[in-house]
């Protein structure tokens, strides 16, 4: 039950309930995955900028050979 304390807010709702998750995919590309446990939105940022859901499952299809079930 560890906390991210790093001023993480949901840009939907403004809850600091919000979970982070880094990720490295297999070609160097590291991406961090946010979620919200308030109002369950989801994003993604790639070497700290935002991006688009599904860029980010373009870039584990390429790696993974088809890692794209996640839906927003
Ligand atoms: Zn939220």
Redesign the pocket.
């Known amino acids: 039950m560890e906390q991210q304390g790093r001023g993480l807010v ?1 840009p ?2 403004s ?1 600091k309930d919000v979970i982070n998750i880094n990720l490295s995919l297999e070609h160097g590309d590291r991406v961090a995955f946010y979620s ?1 446990h ?2 369950d ?1 989801r994003w993604w940022h790639k070497d700290g900028a935002p991006v688009d859901l599904p860029e980010v499952l373009q870039m584990a299809r390429r790696d993974k050979g088809g890692a794209g079930d996640i839906q927003n």
Request: aromatic content about 0%; hydrophobic content about 0%.
């Open positions: 949901c939907r709702c809850s919200c308030r109002c939105k």
